[in-house]
């Protein structure tokens, strides 16, 4: 049936031919690689775990055990 905007989707009625199984799972995979070839395609997000090559490692001589939001804190407060 066409609608406004083109084809409209509508219930199969009883009298409908029902295909095979095998033809039902080739047409569902022929849409389902359709839809995957369109879609955009996402990398996956690295685990924390995950070492990755832009991340920078900070030494533990550089690091007093004090956080450096705390440090900026106490300095703002002394003004």
């Known amino acids: 049936i066409m609608g406004k905007g083109g084809l409209a989707a ?11 199984a095998q ?15 369109l879609a955009p395609i ?3 997000k690295p685990l924390r ?3 990755s090559d ?4 900070v030494e533990d001589d550089q690091f007093d055990g004090i956080p450096a939001e705390f440090k900026k804190y106490q300095q703002l407060k002394s003004l």
């Open 10 to 20: 509508q219930k199969p009625s009883r009298s409908d031919e029902v295909l095979e």
């Open 23 to 37: 033809q039902q799972w080739q047409i569902n995979e022929q849409i389902k690689s359709h839809f995957q070839a």
């Open 42 to 44: 996402r990398h996956r």
């Open 49 to 51: 775990s995950d070492n």
């Open 54 to 57: 832009d991340h920078q490692e």
